[in-house]
T-cell receptor, first 112, second 114 residues
Framework: GQQVMQIPQYQHVQEGEDFTTYCNSS?????IQWYKQRPGGHPVFLIQ?????EVKKQKRLTFQFGEAKKNSSLHITATQTTDVGTYFC????????????FGKGTKLTVNP | DGGITQSPKYLFRKEGQNVTLSCEQN?????MYWYRQDPGQGLRLIYY???????QKGDIAEGYSVSREKKESFPLTVTSAQKNPTAFYLC?????????????FGPGTRLTVL
């Protein structure tokens, strides 16, 4: 079936270090979305990328969509304790059903 | 105040009982979804609906049922046939246009079956 793999599953960093999570799909995606779920909370939409090779920035967060539209990454520069949470990628399979396929997420913990 | 609501926040049930989780949205979204999340796990799709009076099974539909009689509402029933019902249940809604189909999640219901 359609799968979106996300690595690493867990990442622990010292405050101020950078963090990157990677998302890989077995099939071409129409789009890629990123969500953040704080501990005890619900996922919140961060951003969507649609174009091949697209790069978007939100303050310390940089999102990339691969040229082949099969992979994506989220990079956080100089992590802060407020970045703690689980980051999920999700995408619509090109030519597939309308449901989003979610990765299993990367849980980020930040040591102050 | 637009959004998506779920109730209750916490729910306790005895084994063998059916239970219905509520999900309501006033975002005028056509699509609605139910996910299950277990500790340390990702989101697993239970059911989704793209239009009123229509819904499709997700990846783990066994032991669950849904209805979509109104655009605003998508209740989920956890039946006694679900073998491990204790989990965090999340409802979401979105438009159907893939260019703008980010999902808006409700606060979730934590179901514990004793």
């Amino acid at each position: 079936g359609q799968q979106v793999m996300q690595i690493p599953q867990y990442q622990h960093v010292q405050e101020g270090e950078d963090f990157t999570t990677y998302c890989n799909s077995s099939t071409t995606l129409s789009n890629i979305q990123w969500y953040k779920q704080r501990p005890g909370g619900h996922p919140v939409f961060l951003i969507q990328l649609v174009k091949s090779g697209e790069v978007k920035k939100q303050k310390r967060l940089t999102f990339q969509f691969g040229e082949a539209k099969k992979n994506s990454s989220l990079h956080i520069t100089a992590t802060q304790t407020t970045d703690v949470g689980t980051y999920f990628c999700a995408g619509n399979v090109q030519g597939g059903s309308e449901k989003l396929v979610f990765g299993k997420g990367t849980k980020l913990t930040v040591n102050p | 105040d637009g959004g998506i609501t779920q109730s209750p926040k916490y729910l306790f049930r005895k084994e063998g009982q059916n239970v219905t989780l509520s999900c309501e949205q006033n975002l005028n979204h056509d699509a609605m979804y139910w996910y299950r999340q277990d500790p340390g796990q990702g989101l697993r799709l239970i059911y989704y609906s793209q239009i009123v009076n229509d819904f499709q099974k997700g990846d783990i539909a066994e032991g669950y049922s849904v209805s979509r009689e109104k655009k605003e509402s998508f209740p989920l029933t956890v039946t006694s046939a679900q073998k491990n019902p204790t989990a965090f249940y999340l409802c979401a809604s979105s438009t159907r246009d893939y260019r703008y189909n980010e999902q808006f999640f409700g606060p979730g219901t934590r179901l514990t079956v004793l």
